[in-house]
């Protein structure tokens, strides 16, 4: 597994999370990095993403203004801290690296080539 998510777990809405990746057994600082959730029974979903220098950001609309997506190349670790939780950003968060340096939002299933293995977040109301 190329990346290891952390930082998950069970929060109160209102609560702040911060989800770190880390980069296991490669350097991914020439890379751009997704973060991604997943529903139930729905596919994985880009939520945000940064270039490999960190001077572009994406985020879907659902998240602007709550998640924040950083990276610590020298580490070679990427954040995402999200404030403000609701109920309904309950999901598994992964973490997704492109072999690109530049961030995507077409097709992201297909284009992030680097997986982690996912992290638990549950916001309860």
């Known amino acids: 597994v190329p990346l290891i998510e952390s930082g998950g777990g069970l929060v109160q809405a209102g609560d702040s999370l911060r989800l770190s990746c880390a980069a296991s057994?490669?350097?991914?600082?020439?890379?751009?990095m997704g973060w991604f959730r997943q529903f139930p029974g729905k596919d994985r979903e880009l939520i945000a993403a940064?270039?490999?220098?960190?001077?572009?950001?994406y985020y879907t609309d659902s998240v602007k203004g709550r998640f924040t997506i950083s990276r610590d190349n020298a580490k070679n670790m990427v954040f995402l801290q999200m404030i403000s939780l609701k109920p309904e950003d309950t999901a598994i968060y992964y973490c997704?690296?492109?072999?690109?340096?530049?961030?995507?939002?077409?097709?992201?299933?297909?284009?992030?080539?680097?997986w982690g293995q996912g992290t638990q977040v549950t916001v309860s109301s």
């Open positions: 997704a690296a492109r072999s690109d340096p530049a961030i995507t939002t077409r097709h992201p299933l297909y284009e992030y080539e680097y």
């Open positions: 940064i270039s490999w220098n960190g001077d572009n950001t």
């Open positions: 057994g490669r350097t991914f600082s020439n890379n751009a």
